[in-house]
């Protein structure tokens, strides 16, 4: 990439040839160019998203790498982002949009497997208010032997 821009939405493959901090190749989707960034001469800053081997945004950061370095890739073809919207038509030519999906049902405020918390008795202050048969935890041992005389 000699002498080309990096742009928005390149794909990247980042290996120490383009900085140091990549010991372990990775590669990237460019956000961003930050142009606003001052930095050396044939050196930029980026933000990218880090992607996985699925093509899959992992993580995002703020990059500084030599675009000489950096190997530009082609994007793969993937499946589409989601099922195509389609309509249907009713005889006489109207076309009907498809109905959404119902939300699912709601469970009082509760979010799903957890346990409702009911309320209950106040909180003992005292061990004697718990158990009857076990006294109260005596307070601080006196201090024996101590430093005043009688």
Known sequence: MPGVAVAAGDLLHLTREASVQFSRPITVRVI?????W??????????AYELN???DAVRRRTLFLMPAGARRLTPQPGPPAGPARTTTRQP?????PPRPKAAPPRTAGRRPGKAAI?????VP???AAVDPQRPARPGPAPVRGSAVPR
């Open 32 to 36: 961003r160019v930050l142009t606003d």
């Open 38 to 47: 001052h930095t050396y001469d044939g050196w930029v800053w980026i933000d």
């Open 53 to 55: 081997g699925a093509g």
């Open 92 to 96: 006489g030519g109207k076309a009907t």
């Open 118 to 122: 009911r309320p209950g008795p106040a």
């Open 125 to 127: 202050q005292h061990r």
